[in-house]
C-alpha cells in the first residue's frame, strides 16, 4: 500500500483530518506560513526584477525539517491548506522549501482543496485533486511585494521626517485615513436647530397613536424645515384649537427578502452588533468552529471556511436546509422555489462560498453542550443566518394615515405611520440587530379608523432638536465602509484594525474608532506628499489588479513594475524635504485641530505664555505636540488638539496642584501635567512615587482620595488559596489586571482595581488559565517602582539572567553592580532607561 502525507495549516485541522483518512496517510501542520520575506532592507529586490528573499524562522526550521522526514519515506505528497489565496501560498512555500531539500524528486505531488472539514468534504477532495494555482499564487507575490515596498520604503521616511510616528502600510494607511476624515468631518460639523411637532391622539375607541406634522399652511414639511421656536409655536398652537379628522387612510402589503448568508465581513458585523465581538475576536471563534469541534466522539468541523467575500450556498447544502425549514419552523416558511444570491461587494470572488454550518440538521441547542460561550453565540449566528437565507419573505401590512387639521381657515396635514406583521417569514428566525436608539417600525400598530371620521387631541408636543455629526466608525461600519471602497479583503480586515491599535494610531472607546494625534499627524504627512497611495480609488484599484493577477489576466511582475516606478520617484522627491518644511505644511493642513479658534478672536498661533514666540507642530520621540518658536527660553507645550483653555486647566505651566499630605509620611501629594498626560505624584526627587490618571478618568477630577488610590497600586488583594502567592490588583500597558505568580488576568474595569476581593479575583485567574491565556513576565520582579511618568507602562527592577537590571515596555538597563536592586529609586532608573533608549536598547532575551 503507498503513504501519503497530508500537510495542512493548523494541528486542530491536522487532528480532525486524521481520523478521517486512516493509516495511509499522514496529516502533518505547517503552524501557517513556514517562511517570510525578513523584515530588513533588501527582502525584495526591484533592480533584479523584483527577486524575493524568503528566510525561515526556528519554529518553522524544526516542523519543515518533521516534514521533510516524513515526506521522504512516503510515495505521495498531498497539499490540503485552506482554500484560499493564503493557503495557496501556504502550500506553494511547503512546495518549494521540499524541492529546495530535494526531497520531492519523481513523487507525485496533489493540491486538494474543501470548503469544509467534514468527512464527505475531505474524501471527495482526496478525489479530486489539482495543481498548484500558479495565477493564485502569483497574486499572493505581488501583494506580499507591494506591502513589503511599502512599509519598508515608506516608513523610514516617516521616522526621519516625523519623528514618533510608526509605520505606513499600504492598506493600514488608507484605512486609517478614513477614521481620520470622519473625525475631521466631525469637528467641522455645525449643528443645526430644527423642532418636531408631535401629535398624540386617539380614535373612537380612545385607542392612542402619534402623528407627525406633515403639511402646514400648504407646504410640506420635512425634518428641518421647522428651524426655530417661532415657527414651531405658531404651528402648536393651530393645532392645539384644530378640528381633527381622518382624511386618508392608506393600507400597503409589503414583503421583506431575507438577507443573504454571511460574508465574513457581514459575520465580523453582527457579531460586533450583537456581542460586542471585535474582528479578530470573531475570526478566532469561528476559526475554532471551522477547524473541528468534538461532538461527542465525532470531531468535525462545524462551518464551512470563514474567509470568503461569496454569498452563494453549495447546491447540494440547499434542499438540506429547505427541509430544516419545515421541521423546524412550517411549510408555509418555505418559499415555493430555493433562493440564489450574489454579491454586491466590489471585486468579490463569486467562486467562494458563503460561511454556513457544515451540516444544517446540527441545531444550535443540539451541540451547544459541546462548545463554549462565544462559539455558542456565533454558531446559533450562523445557523440561523443560513436558515433565513431560503426562508420565505416576511409579509407586513403598513399603514399610512393622514390628518386633516383646520383651523380659522388654516390648514395642516398630521401623517401616522403604523405596520403588523401578518406573516413572520424569515423574521421568525433571524433579525438583524438594529442600531441604538433606532424604533422597530414592523412592530407599531396603529388603531382601527376610517376615512372622514373625528379624532381626539390628546397632546400637541413642539421639541428642539439639533443635527448631530456623523458618528464615529466601529469595527463593524469601518468594514463596511472598506468593503464598500475595495479595499483590503475578507483575510486583512480583522490584522488591518488591530495593527492601527498596535501602532497607537488610533484608539477603540466605546466600540468607537479616535484617531490619536501621531495618527492624524501620519495622514496628514501621507496626503500632503503622498496623496495618491492614500486615495481611496487608487487602494482600489489596485485591489483590483491584484485580483486580475489571481484570474491569470495580468502579470504580477508588470503591477508591481508600474507601481514601483512612480512610488520610488515620489519617496526620491521627499527626501530632500527638511523638516521644518514638512512641519509648515502640517501646520497648516492640521491648523483647525493644532490652532482652535480662541474667544477673544486673538491670533490662535500667538503663544499664550511669552506672548512673543509662535505656536508650532513639533515632533519628538513621543509624538507630536505643539509648541513655543521661542524655545528654550519659553518652554510652553501643550498636546496636539489641546486648547489653551484645557492647557491651563490642566496646569501645564503653572505648576502642580497639591492636593493634600500623605498621612504615613507626610509628603505632598500633587497632581501634575506633562507633555504625555496627567498624573499624580508623591514627594519630590529620587524617592517620589508617581502614578498615571487612568483612561476615562476626568483629570478635572481628581482629588486627594482617588490621588491615593493610585498612588498606593499595585495593591494586595490577597493570597491565593492554592499557591499561598500574593495576589494583587493595578493598571498596567494593557489595562486593570490582578496579578497571581507572574500571571495577569484582565479586569472589566479600572475602578474594579480598588475593589477587586480575593473570590473575585481567584475566579479571573482561573477563567485566564482555562482560555489558555495570561501574560507572564519572564524575570521576576524585585522591586514595583510605579508607572513611568511620561510614558505608558510600569517601571521595575527585576533579576534576570546576568543579574538585576530596571526594565520598562522593551528597555532593559542592567544595574551598577555595587547597586543594592532594592535601593534603586524611580529617578536613578529613569536615568538609566533613557541612556539605554538613547543607545539603542533591546528586550533581553
Not at 497539499?79 to 513523487?107: C, F, M, N, Y
Not at 402648536?236 to 384649537?241: A, I, N, V
Request: hydrophobic share 35%; proline share 6%.
Amino acid at each position: 500500500m503507498s503513504h501519503s502525507v497530508v500537510i495542512v495549516e493548523s494541528p486542530a485541522k491536522a487532528k480532525t483530518i486524521n481520523k478521517y483518512l486512516g493509516k495511509d496517510f499522514t496529516v502533518l501542520a505547517s503552524y501557517g506560513h513556514v517562511r517570510d520575506l525578513p523584515p530588513k532592507d533588501g527582502s525584495v529586490k526591484p533592480d533584479e526584477d523584483f527577486a524575493m528573499s524568503w528566510a525561515v524562522d526556528s519554529k518553522s526550521k524544526t516542523r519543515l525539517s518533521d516534514i521533510t522526514k516524513a515526506v521522504k519515506n512516503a510515495d505521495k505528497l498531498i497539499l490540503a491548506t485552506d482554500p484560499d489565496r493564503e493557503g495557496e501560498a501556504i502550500s506553494w512555500h511547503v512546495l518549494q522549501v521540499l524541492r529546495d531539500k530535494k526531497v520531492i524528486k519523481d513523487k507525485p505531488v496533489e493540491r486538494v482543496v474543501f470548503n469544509a472539514i467534514t468527512k464527505k468534504s475531505v474524501l471527495e477532495a482526496m478525489d479530486n485533486p489539482r495543481q498548484i494555482d500558479e495565477p493564485l499564487v502569483d497574486a499572493y507575490l505581488a501583494r506580499r511585494a507591494l506591502d513589503y515596498l511599502v512599509g519598508f520604503t515608506l516608513s523610514p521616511v516617516l521616522w526621519r521626517k516625523l519623528p514618533g510616528a510608526r509605520s505606513a502600510g499600504r492598506v493600514q494607511s488608507v484605512s486609517l485615513r478614513l477614521i481620520c476624515d470622519r473625525e475631521g468631518e466631525i469637528e467641522r460639523f455645525q449643528p443645526v436647530e430644527y423642532w418636531s411637532i408631535i401629535a398624540t391622539l386617539a380614535n373612537l375607541e380612545d385607542k392612542q397613536f402619534e402623528a407627525r406634522i406633515a403639511e402646514y399652511d400648504g407646504k410640506k414639511i420635512q425634518r428641518l424645515d421647522i428651524p426655530n421656536e417661532a415657527l414651531a409655536t405658531e404651528i402648536k398652537t393651530m393645532l392645539d384649537g384644530a378640528s381633527l379628522s381622518v382624511e386618508k387612510v392608506e393600507p400597503k402589503p409589503v414583503k421583506r427578502n431575507p438577507y443573504a448568508p454571511f460574508t465574513t465581513s457581514t459575520l465580523q458585523m453582527d457579531a460586533s452588533r450583537w456581542f460586542g465581538f471585535s474582528a479578530k475576536q470573531t475570526m478566532q471563534v469561528a476559526q475554532r468552529l471551522y477547524e473541528g469541534i468534538d461532538i461527542g466522539g465525532e470531531t468535525v468541523g462545524l462551518i464551512t471556511y470563514m474567509r470568503t467575500d461569496g454569498v452563494q450556498v453549495a447546491p447540494e447544502a440547499i434542499d438540506p436546509i429547505r427541509s430544516q425549514i419545515a421541521k423546524s419552523y412550517s411549510d408555509r416558511h418555505v418559499p415555493e422555489k430555493p433562493r440564489y444570491y450574489s454579491s454586491k461587494a466590489k471585486n468579490a470572488q463569486e467562486a467562494h462560498e458563503a460561511i454556513r454550518p457544515t451540516e444544517i440538521s446540527r441545531i444550535p441547542d443540539s451541540v451547544a453542550k459541546h462548545l463554549d460561550e462565544d462559539q455558542k453565540k456565533l454558531y446559533g449566528l450562523i445557523w440561523r443566518r443560513t436558515m433565513a437565507s431560503q426562508m420565505a419573505s416576511a409579509e407586513i401590512d403598513r399603514t399610512a394615515v393622514d390628518i386633516l387639521a383646520e383651523n380659522s381657515g388654516k390648514q395642516a396635514r398630521l401623517r401616522a405611520n403604523g405596520s403588523v406583521v401578518r406573516f413572520d417569514g424569515f423574521l421568525a428566525a433571524y433579525e438583524a440587530a438594529k442600531p441604538q436608539g433606532e424604533e422597530d417600525e414592523d412592530g407599531k400598530r396603529l388603531p382601527a379608523m376610517a376615512q372622514g371620521e373625528a379624532v381626539k387631541r390628546e397632546s400637541i408636543e413642539a421639541k428642539q432638536h439639533f443635527t448631530e455629526p456623523p458618528p464615529r466608525y466601529s469595527e463593524a461600519s469601518l468594514i463596511r465602509k472598506m468593503e464598500e471602497l475595495g479595499i483590503g479583503r475578507p483575510s486583512t480586515y480583522a490584522s488591518v484594525l488591530s495593527t492601527l491599535q498596535d501602532r497607537d494610531y488610533v484608539t477603540l472607546e466605546k466600540r468607537r474608532f479616535t484617531p490619536a494625534s501621531k495618527g492624524r499627524v501620519v495622514t496628514s504627512f501621507l496626503e500632503s506628499f503622498f496623496n495618491r497611495y492614500v486615495e481611496y480609488d487608487f487602494t482600489a484599484n489596485l485591489e483590483e489588479q491584484l485580483d486580475q493577477i489571481s484570474a491569470g489576466e495580468l502579470s504580477w511582475k508588470d503591477v508591481l513594475r508600474d507601481f514601483w516606478t512612480q512610488f520610488s520617484a515620489s519617496v526620491e522627491e521627499i527626501k530632500d524635504v527638511r523638516v521644518t518644511e514638512v512641519l509648515d505644511t502640517l501646520n497648516v493642513e492640521l491648523a483647525p485641530l493644532a490652532f482652535p479658534p480662541r474667544e477673544d478672536g486673538s491670533e490662535p498661533r500667538a503663544c499664550p505664555n511669552c506672548s512673543e514666540g509662535q505656536l508650532s507642530l513639533k515632533v519628538g520621540k513621543f509624538g507630536a505636540f505643539i509648541g513655543c518658536s521661542n524655545y528654550p527660553e519659553c518652554n510652553y507645550t501643550r498636546q496636539l488638539g489641546q486648547s489653551d483653555e484645557e492647557a491651563k486647566a490642566a496646569a501645564i505651566n503653572d505648576g502642580p496642584k497639591v492636593l493634600g499630605n500623605d498621612p504615613e509620611t507626610d509628603e505632598e501629594i500633587t497632581f501634575r501635567t506633562g507633555r504625555f498626560g496627567p498624573y499624580v505624584q508623591r514627594g519630590e526627587g529620587k524617592e517620589c512615587k508617581r502614578a498615571s490618571i487612568p483612561k476615562g478618568w476626568d483629570p478635572q477630577e481628581i482629588d486627594y482620595e482617588k490621588a491615593m488610590q493610585l498612588i498606593a497600586l499595585p495593591r494586595d488583594v490577597g493570597e491565593h488559596p492554592e499557591s499561598g502567592k500574593m495576589i494583587t490588583a493595578g493598571i498596567g500597558r494593557y489595562g486593570p489586571f490582578v496579578l497571581h505568580d507572574g500571571l495577569y488576568a484582565n479586569l472589566d474595569s479600572v475602578e474594579e482595581v480598588f475593589t477587586v476581593g480575593l473570590n473575585r479575583a481567584v475566579t479571573v485567574i482561573a477563567e485566564k488559565v482555562a482560555k489558555g491565556g495570561g501574560r507572564r513576565r519572564g524575570a521576576a520582579a524585585l522591586k514595583e517602582l510605579g508607572e513611568h511618568p511620561e510614558l505608558k507602562g510600569p517601571v521595575t527592577v527585576k533579576d534576570g539572567k546576568y543579574g538585576p537590571y530596571v526594565n520598562h515596555a522593551k528597555i532593559n538597563a542592567t544595574l551598577p553592580k555595587d547597586k543594592d536592586p532594592q535601593a534603586v529609586t524611580m529617578e536613578e532608573a529613569l536615568v538609566l532607561i533613557a541612556e539605554k533608549a538613547a543607545k539603542g536598547g533591546k528586550k533581553k532575551k
